[in-house]
């Protein structure tokens, strides 16, 4: 079985503040693993995935066998950072995606 | 032409109607799929097409009945909807390697679905 934890309903930060987002998952092979960000009435979209090791909008995720975690981080948060942000898994089960629950990340002014 | 398009923004249907939620894609992705979210939810999955096959059916209803007619689109006919159906339905796509493994799921902006 899958599983993606993101322990954290909520998570608020002024701009300019470092900011984490964890994600823990549960898979017995090799997965791979995403974050998807969704801004208010926009779609879901890819942010990062962990095979192609990028840094967007000055995000960066690594992925941790050992603690099999794939926490997402951003050193100094904008205010348009605000928004739900889904960890994912995918298996090798034909695309079967399993995401978290989501945490609503909000940057003050 | 690198995104996934989906018809109609939204739909009011009573529980004895029938209708059709409609996907489309023109980036040559193999496989397709549909998730129900609900607000504040994560999007769940219901249905995976890989190459015009259907390859998974986590267990949904068959009031819902998927359809791919070619390797652009995909459909979701609705028939006998409970208001517990209303959601965002999202379609997504992505493409195929060759052994099968699916790549990253593209979205579409969903169908906001509301059942009366």
């Known amino acids: 079985a899958q599983r993606v934890t993101q322990p954290e309903k909520l998570l608020s930060v002024f701009k300019g503040a470092p900011v984490e987002l964890k994600c823990n998952y549960s898979?017995?092979?090799?997965?791979?693993l995403f974050w998807y960000v969704q801004y208010s009435r926009q779609r879901l979209q890819l942010l990062l995935r962990?095979?192609s090791r990028e840094s967007i909008k000055g995000f960066t995720a690594d992925l941790n066998k050992g603690e099999t975690s794939f926490h997402l981080k951003k050193p100094f948060a904008q205010e348009e950072d605000s928004a739900m942000y889904y960890c994912a898994l995918a298996g090798t089960s034909y695309g079967k995606l399993t995401f978290g629950q989501g945490t609503i990340l909000t940057v003050h002014p | 032409d690198t995104e996934v398009t989906q018809t109609p923004k939204h739909l009011v249907m009573g529980m004895t109607n029938k209708k059709s939620l409609k996907c489309e894609q023109h980036?040559?992705?193999?496989?397709m799929y549909w998730y129900k979210q609900k607000a504040k939810k994560p999007p769940e999955l219901m249905f995976v097409?890989?190459?015009?096959?259907?390859?998974i059916n986590e267990s949904v209803p068959s009031r819902f009945s998927p359809e791919c007619p070619n390797s652009s689109l995909l459909n979701l006919h609705l028939h006998a909807l409970q208001p517990e159906d209303s959601a965002l339905y999202l379609c997504?796509?992505?493409?195929?390697?060759?052994?099968?493994?699916?790549?990253?799921?593209?979205f579409g902006p969903g169908t906001r679905l509301t059942v009366l």
């Open positions: 097409y890989s190459y015009e096959k259907l390859s």
């Open positions: 997504a796509s992505s493409q195929l390697s060759l052994l099968g493994f699916p790549g990253w799921q593209f």
């Open positions: 962990h095979i």
């Open positions: 898979y017995s092979g090799s997965p791979e």
């Open positions: 980036m040559g992705h193999r496989a």
